[in-house]
């Protein structure tokens, strides 16, 4: 097994990420309590401040900063913390179970949910055995937009819910990325490579942005 191969297995040590499922009406008819939606923001409340740093180097050498620098990702060599760390995204490959009131939209989204999360369950797999395709590390990029994308629908309105789920997209995004740069910097990886590992967990900072401050920050 090659340096590469290596360091992946390191960083994304064989788990499953997934998602689990909201309560709407069970099968029975019953209406449970309705989840706490964000309160407005009173008058007079400072805009939170703005992260400060080189948002658009000029070069790939320097880091682009993160809007949530608190959220770190663990030791390479303690790739055992991810589950503790990110208890959302290592769970049962059935994150969402389609639920009796669930209608076609709903269950659409949980389809694609459960294919995207056991899309990473067997390229984690293949990690685990030594056998993938460096052609495939793009996929987990997608997956882990995939999920983070379904997982924002099925849960909007619901802050407090949706929140734990995006802080654990954010890590892991961080978490690519580091590979990517150190593959980069090895020489192993492209600069589209990393560009594509940024990007990822951009994205998923802005939701989580979006998330947390709904009243500023959501444009």
């Given amino acids: 097994m090659d340096i590469t191969k290596r360091n992946l297995i390191v960083i994304v040590s064989a788990g499953l990420l997934g998602l689990t499922g909201v309560a709407t009406i069970d099968a029975h008819g019953t209406q449970p309590v309705p989840p706490e939606k964000a309160q407005p923001t009173p008058p007079g409340t400072p805009k939170p401040k703005s992260a400060e740093g080189d948002w658009t180097p000029s070069n790939m050498e320097t880091p682009v900063p993160s809007a949530f620098p608190e959220i770190k ?116 990886g492209t600069p589209q490579e990393l560009s594509t590992a940024r990007r990822c967990r951009l994205r998923a900072e802005e939701s989580l942005w979006k998330a947390k401050n709904p009243k500023v920050g959501g444009r």
């Fill in 73 to 188: 990702a663990p030791d390479p060599q303690k790739s055992n913390a991810l589950p503790t760390l990110c208890p959302h995204l290592f769970k049962d490959p059935n994150p969402a179970p389609v639920e009796a009131a669930d209608d076609t939209y709903r269950r659409l989204l949980k389809a694609r949910l459960h294919q995207a999360v056991r899309s990473n369950y067997l390229f984690h797999a293949r990690i685990g055995i030594g056998q993938f395709s460096e052609a495939e590390y793009y996929n987990a990029f997608v997956c882990l937009d995939e999920m983070r994308s379904v997982a924002t629908e099925l849960w909007a309105g619901d802050a407090k819910t949706l929140i734990p789920w995006l802080e654990e997209f954010v890590l892991m995004g961080k978490e690519w990325e580091r590979f990517a740069e150190t593959r980069y910097r090895s020489g192993a």
